[in-house]
């Protein structure tokens, strides 16, 4: 820690790190368990800056493409309204307004490096939680308080609940192999638990995606090479095993490409009723983006133009939950490649990181990216906020660097 950064510290008062702490840990907390609680500790994070005073990091946070690229693409999505009208634009618009946080959260995190710990012990304590009810009513077959022992659920549906705990996994074995002794235990009898409930317990197919990508880049980058390769073996068994042995994992995986496969071969005059399923409406989605994207490719059809349903029956939906599509269908072009070079400058920086730190954020940002492939995650209120305040890390760690005189974590 550099002298600035001491003297810094030390106008730091204790009630006022009494407060930054309780906002960082419910920040963790709330994420996985409820938007109220979120949306409220997003409010003490501004009270927090507002109390603190201190905005010299602000320019500095300016000039960084980590936040500028997403305001920009907020913007585009808000001039849209201007130039093309869709009666689900301004809903669009309003989703999207959290692109616009990664600079108060990067302010927020950058008053003190302890905030980070405290953010992501509450996400670790939060899943912890959620995976002890979890397992308790899908093994045990306990029904309180409304639980379904077939697709144990607690506080979000299933692809926000399957993808947290993919992410939680991720942590909890990065801190395995950080530890020895009993920590290493329980860390890694954590990690089992939470691989169990995603593919074995709770039914969101994108937790797979998230789990098999975080874990394996994190494995990749980890290990030297002959552990590498023993590791692929024991994969390669397990895989071997989730085949050949009945699961729910591989009954919702072959499912999935069933419902995709009838969704393709259906006639035109049936097409509805065969896609009528989770796989089977992401195909139709595809299909319907592609066609929008061409018809205005390089600036796209504007903020809420998705969209697909039944008149008849008034089903609508405005997300084809794909975050590529989506951006290029509405920003068009333009709008992709100011998302992917956002995605780029994330991967950037945390590829600048000292190398557990590397490891577990190219991991994370690896899933995140993979997942961005069967849900519009930016979209989504929870997936979205925590990718914000992973930007956010991201950008304070690049205004931490030494160039910039300010502390290193």
């Not at 409010?43 to 010299?56: G, K």
């Not at 992709?336 to 000292?354: E, I, N």
């Not at 914000?388 to 760690?397: Q, S, V």
Request: charged share 10%; aromatic share 12%; with cysteine.
């Amino acid at each position: 820690m550099s002298s600035s950064n001491l003297s810094f510290v030390s106008t730091f008062t204790p009630a006022r790190f009494r407060l930054f702490s309780f906002t960082a840990f419910l920040l963790g907390v709330s994420l996985p368990t409820s938007n109220a609680l979120m949306n409220t500790a997003l409010v003490l994070a501004l009270v927090c800056l507002l109390w603190q005073r201190d905005f010299r990091h602000v320019m500095p946070l300016l000039r960084q493409p980590l936040v500028w690229l997403p305001a920009l693409m907020f913007a585009l999505l808000a001039v849209s309204l201007l130039t093309q009208h869709h009666d689900y634009g301004p809903k669009m618009v309003g989703k999207y307004q959290k692109l616009l946080y990664v600079l108060p959260l990067a302010l927020f995190f950058l008053a003190d490096p302890r905030l980070i710990t405290r953010f992501i012990n509450g996400f670790l304590l939060a899943n912890a939680v959620i995976l002890t009810i979890s397992l308790t009513s899908g093994v045990w077959h306990v029904t309180l308080g409304g639980l379904n022992p077939l697709n144990p659920t607690v506080f979000k549906l299933q692809i926000t609940q399957n993808v947290f705990m993919a992410f939680a996994a991720l942590v909890w074995l990065s801190r395995a192999f950080a530890q020895s002794g009993l920590k290493r235990w329980g860390y890694g009898a954590l990690v089992l638990l939470a691989t169990a409930n995603v593919l074995l317990m709770v039914q969101g197919r994108t937790g797979y995606v998230a789990l098999f990508v975080g874990v394996g880049l994190w494995l990749l980058l980890t290990l030297p090479r002959w552990q590498r390769i023993g590791v692929l073996a024991c994969g390669l068994l397990v895989a071997m095993a989730l085949v050949l042995i009945p699961n729910r994992a591989t009954e919702r995986l072959t499912l999935g490409l069933q419902e995709v496969r009838s969704c393709v071969l259906a006639s035109a005059d049936q097409a509805y009723q065969a896609c009528d399923n989770s796989m089977g409406q992401r195909t139709a989605f595809a299909r319907e983006s592609l066609r929008l994207i061409k018809q205005a490719p390089l600036l796209g059809n504007g903020a809420g133009s998705f969209w697909y349903g039944n008149a008849e029956t008034g089903y609508s939906v405005h997300n084809p939950h794909n975050e590529y599509l989506l951006e290029t269908v509405q920003n068009g072009l333009l709008g992709l490649a100011l998302f992917l070079g956002w995605m780029l400058c994330c991967f950037q920086v945390a590829w600048r990181q000292p190398a557990a730190r590397r490891n577990l954020l190219v991991a994370v940002l690896g899933s995140y990216m993979a997942c961005h492939l069967f849900n519009s995650f930016l979209l989504d209120s929870a997936e979205g906020h925590l990718f914000m305040m992973l930007a956010a890390l991201l950008a304070g760690y690049r205004i931490a660097s030494p160039q910039y005189g300010a502390y290193r974590r």
